[in-house]
């Protein structure tokens, strides 16, 4: 799943979605706010919205590459359903601070 960064669209990733498209299934979003999507209203949860696109397209566990905005998202997501992650490919990601205090890895690194 491609997650692009603010004031950008899905059509961010349309090279991507064409290179990778034949081996992968390939989905790119417009983050809230963005493109076609809905507008941004107070007190949204965007994890709940890659959720609900994630389970709409009956993906058990996704790749999620995001740029900027998007690779926190990504990350955001990855920590709160990481039984849903399979991976991460992050971009110049704003990476998650206090808001994600007390979350530890499903893992550990040696």
Known sequence: MFLHGVTLDLGLWSAQVEEFGDRWRCIAVDLRG???SAPLEP???PTADLL???DEAGVERCILVGLSLGGYEAVVFAAIHPDRCRGLVLA???IPGPELAGWEPPYRLA
């Open 34 to 36: 963005h493109g076609g």
């Open 43 to 45: 007190g949204y949860d």
């Open 52 to 54: 609900g696109v994630v």
């Open 92 to 94: 110049d990601a704003w």
